[in-house]
């Protein structure tokens, strides 16, 4: 197992705060590059717009429900 760096998961805890009900799920696609970031499971969206630097916001109904975020490791 690699060895872990923790600060680098010590800077997710203010997102953490933020989010909907204070917590998230994420998972990265490395083929893809491709974060997805869901803040309510299961989730059905009903709408989504994509933002000028390339996130995918997922709505249901009003609720913002995840995040797809486009060439993730570029960032």
Do not use: C
Not at 14 to 20: G, Q, R, S, V
Not at 30 to 57: G, Q, R, W
């Amino acid at each position: 197992m690699a060895l872990l760096d923790i600060q680098d998961y010590v800077k997710v805890l203010p997102a953490t705060a933020n989010a909907p009900e204070h917590f998230f799920w994420s998972s990265y696609d490395e083929e893809a590059d491709v974060l997805y970031v869901n803040f309510k499971k299961p989730s059905h969206a009903s709408d989504s717009e994509l933002t000028e630097d390339d996130v995918i916001m997922r709505y249901e109904g009003e609720d913002l429900i995840g995040l797809t975020i486009l060439h993730a490791s570029k960032r």
